[in-house]
């Protein structure tokens, strides 16, 4: 054992009593102290253990939320997927429908009316005769103008250009 500085090796006991129970209180605090520390990192350790499982808890939770929308979306895209292909298909339907009723429309034109060929056949030199509304008079059906005391007008009620609704 080491002699302090300034102490005499030869001294009463009573110096080294003290000086050993010094030395064992001084061991006994850093002992305390060392335990402190212990005491306080397994503090911080539950602490951070408890803050971890909330965390855990709440990451559990938004993934469960993320699953459920996740499907909520996959049936929603199921579903205006099965919607668009509804609307493409009555779409190509309408058209479909729209082509028949052009190629019916053209056909019954066509017998209806002389090809502009056969007159143009018998009267090379003469123009297509236009009426004076400005339609041709296989334009449509629906449209085609007749003559009347009162002038051309269209048919279905309708006026020609120009002239006030009666």
Known sequence: MATPVGWSQGGSGSVCLAFDQLRDVIEAQEELIHQ?????????????????????????????EVEVLSKQLEKEKLAFEKALSSVKSRALQESS???????????????????HAYIRGLFPHSPVPVFRAGFHPNFCPWLRIK???????????????????K
């Open 97 to 115: 429908k729209k082509d028949q009723l052009i190629t019916k429309c053209n056909g019954r034109r066509e017998a209806h009316a002389p090809s």
């Open 147 to 165: 003559a009347s005391p009162g002038g051309p007008h269209l048919r279905k009620g309708l006026q020609g250009p120009g002239r006030p609704r």
């Open 36 to 64: 402190l520390r212990n005491v306080e990192e397994k503090a911080a350790h539950a602490k951070t253990k408890v803050l971890l499982a909330t965390e855990e808890e709440k990451l559990q939770f938004a993934l469960g």
